[in-house]
């Protein structure tokens, strides 16, 4: 069948997988997409040649769309995301210097983001001033790096220097004592247990079960323009969801994630993520069966009250005021009404509501759902918090910074 050629830029990261998967296995093809992708060395890349038209479509951090559209970027461009590349992902990770000290302070070793945290204010108060990385200032590690950090009793610049890294150099800058832990996506964690001595203190899926990464984001005005591409890329994108989320299929994603084009790393290393088996430190191995999420839990869908969240975090942090104008321009990046325009075809089951209160759900529970039925994972932040995204200014008002 004839195809339409599309332009995608991505970093070297797990979560790219999905977009991979569309192009390697041929389920772009099947929707009619040449699809062409372009890796990157930086977040900060991603993000102006996006904004300038060098990429039809990126893989995204969650809160890039928002942070163009609210006018937060270099090169200001209304950007949308309508569709989630998955859940979970990221974990921090620190030096063995501090892991030793996090220790002897408590820290249990089992990855639960709370007595990690605990253990970690213990460190801070006895005055130890502490470096740590992230991949960029509007990312979902910033933010879940600072929520962590706040509910510990941490407060991040005042207690704690947070300094904005590309991903594949976090190891290294761990390594060379620049850094004295981070927070990144996979396979990185592992590449600094694995190669500078590291130890993965908690993940992501302690501090905000079943939360949102990566995205796969575009300018507005390319998505009005091209209506039937982006549905095309988002059937893609939620197909391969299928496929990864099959255990039978790891095995083979992770060989295609490691080959150089892509991550260029370890295979068996790539293959802890997808598995859920990870090497924190020290050899020792812990089972996290939603690390990640490709699939599960409406996994692709992007939820208005996500990027809501994500718009709380920008206004905590003091990047932008809080204001009924920034929140509708925040809610309306995330596109659901696109990617329910795409599935339609599929007779894929997606959720009722573009809203959802997160923090309430201890167990697996069904959802409402059109054409078919879901069923969502648990959702507790680490911190016993709930987030009701029809309370927002509270919600905001409950988190300020101190």
């Not at 990261?13 to 390697?24: C, G, H, Q, T």
């Not at 996090?102 to 070793?109: E, I, K, L, T, V």
């Not at 982006?230 to 893609?236: K, P, T, Y």
Request: charged share 15%; aromatic share 8%.
């Amino acid at each position: 069948m004839p195809t339409t050629h599309l332009t995608a830029g991505f970093l070297p990261l797990l979560d790219s997988v999905l977009l991979v998967l569309a192009r390697e296995k041929g389920f772009a093809e099947a929707q009619g997409l040449d699809l062409h992708l372009v890796r990157e060395t930086s977040w900060a890349n991603i993000r102006d040649r996006a904004a300038i038209g060098h990429f039809d479509i990126a893989q995204m951090l969650a809160p890039m769309p928002l942070a163009a559209s609210l006018g937060l970027t270099p090169i200001a461009t209304p950007m949308i995301a309508p569709v989630v590349l998955g859940l979970g992902n990221n974990a921090i990770t620190v030096s063995a210097d501090l892991w030793k000290a996090m220790a002897d302070q408590g820290a249990p070793g089992d990855l639960a983001a709370g007595p990690a945290g605990t253990a970690l204010a213990r460190v801070v108060a006895a005055g130890r001033k502490l470096r740590f990385g992230v991949v960029h200032q509007t990312s979902s590690h910033n933010y879940e790096l600072r929520y962590w950090l706040a509910a510990s009793g941490i407060m991040p610049d005042r207690d704690i220097e947070i300094v904005v890294l590309p991903p594949p150099l976090l190891p290294d800058a761990l390594g060379a004592g620049g850094i004295d832990g981070y927070c990144v996506g996979e396979p990185w964690n592992s590449i600094g247990v694995a190669t500078k001595g590291a130890q993965i203190a908690t993940v992501k899926a302690s501090i905000w079960q079943s939360s949102p990464d990566k995205v796969i984001g575009m300018r507005a005005t390319w998505a009005e323009e091209n209506p039937e591409l982006v549905s095309a890329m988002v059937r893609a994108i939620y197909l391969a969801g299928i496929w990864c989320a099959d255990p039978a299929n790891h095995a083979e994603a992770a060989r295609i994630m490691a080959a150089p084009a892509y991550l260029n790393a370890d295979e068996a290393i790539v293959a802890r993520a997808l598995t859920g088996m990870l090497d924190i430190g020290g050899g020792t191995v812990r089972h996290v069966p939603d690390y990640f999420i490709p699939h599960a839990s409406a996994a692709n869908f992007p939820w208005k009250s996500h990027a809501l969240w994500y718009y709380s975090q920008m206004v905590r942090w003091g990047e932008v005021s809080a204001s009924p104008a920034h929140a509708e321009i925040a809610a309306a990046c995330f596109r659901s009404d696109l990617y329910r325009t795409a599935l339609a075809p599929l007779g894929a089951a997606v959720p009722v509501s573009d809203y959802k209160t997160d923090g309430t759900r201890q167990t697996a529970a069904p959802i409402p759902a059109e054409d078919g039925s879901l069923t969502m994972g648990p959702d507790l932040f680490f911190d016993g918090q709930v987030y009701d995204p029809d309370a927002l200014d509270a919600y905001i008002a409950s988190q300020r910074r101190p």
